[in-house]
């Protein structure tokens, strides 16, 4: 941050220098040497950065760069899996307490486990049911769900 500071100082800098011997210098074959003057000063101070810098350098940083892109994509990747895991849960949670209101059972609460699945995606491994449910709802949810017959707790 540091350099590009300086860098964009230099460059409004050198630009004010070149404004101000436009302006005061006269028509003609002088002001063209000034122009051409200007030219080179900007074209020096847009490349100042690069000039006293070792293309090593700039390969290691571009290096350290694509580590970090790497690492944060990793990051990212398993909070996106995450994140979509909760959701899966809750909406298998939510179609199990929606078929129990239409069946008029008294479930207020379920928790659905969920495993990831070589195909790609989350599929619901384990039901728990904090309150006493009918064996037979169980295991038409069971079965709905695709869940073996060990999946269910509580």
Do not use: N
């Not at 298998?92 to 129990?100: F, P, Q, R």
């Amino acid at each position: 941050m540091e350099l590009l500071t300086q860098w964009m100082k230099t460059l409004l800098t050198c630009s004010c220098i070149c404004t101000v011997l436009l302006l005061i210098c006269p028509e003609g074959y002088g002001k063209t040497l000034v122009k051409t003057g200007c030219v080179c000063l900007m074209l020096m101070a847009l490349v100042s950065p690069v000039r006293g810098q070792h293309l090593h350098s700039y390969v290691e940083a571009a290096a350290e760069f694509q580590q970090e892109v790497l690492h944060r994509e990793k990051q990212l990747e398993g909070s996106v899996q995450s994140f979509s895991r909760t959701v899966m849960e809750q909406e298998y949670a939510a179609y199990i307490l929606s078929e129990a209101a239409s069946r008029q059972i008294p479930l207020t609460d379920v928790q659905v486990e969920t495993v990831w699945s070589a195909e790609g995606f989350w599929l619901p491994s384990t039901i728990r049911y904090p309150q006493k449910v009918p064996a037979d709802f169980r295991r038409e949810m069971q079965e709905s769900l695709g869940i073996s017959a060990g999946g269910e707790a509580g």
